[in-house]
């Protein structure tokens, strides 16, 4: 059973930066598809980024296109999100998400439900 595990989260002022950080454990993702969602106080969890489990496919939702970057380290069996020029909105607790199913990863990546795996997440907080 793959266990995910989020870290590196805090506070920053706008336009800041931060990283996030996946470790999964119980077994490799290398293999896998995964993503990064985010859910701010009293919204929906919505699509951030993800990124197929060769990494040669990166998605990204357009609110962040450009200043978020999604890379994943088979070696190291973790995830990583780049975040540079931080917003207020983009305030929120960051979960990451794991897929087995790579044959339709590349359709429904932006899909929570795609996912069999996610982390408890970590809360990013942009002040202005």
């Known amino acids: 059973q793959v266990q995910l595990a989020e870290s590196g989260g805090g506070l920053v002022q706008a336009g800041g930066s931060l990283r996030l950080s996946c470790a999964a454990s119980?077994?490799?993702?290398?293999?896998?598809?995964m993503g990064w969602f985010r859910q701010a106080p009293g919204k929906e969890r919505d699509f951030v980024a993800a990124i197929s489990w060769t990494g040669s496919g990166t998605y990204y939702a357009d609110s962040v296109k450009g200043r978020f970057t999604i890379s994943k380290d088979n070696t190291e069996n973790t995830l990583y999100l780049q975040m540079n020029s931080l917003k207020p909105e983009d305030t929120a607790v960051y979960y990451c998400?794991?897929?087995?199913?790579?044959?339709?990863?590349?359709?429904?990546?932006?899909?929570?439900?795609?996912?069999?795996?996610r982390g408890q997440g970590t809360q990013v907080t942009v002040s202005s």
């Open positions: 998400a794991a897929d087995p199913d790579i044959s339709s990863f590349s359709r429904n990546y932006y899909k929570e439900n795609q996912y069999d795996y």
């Open positions: 119980g077994g490799s993702v290398s293999p896998y598809g």
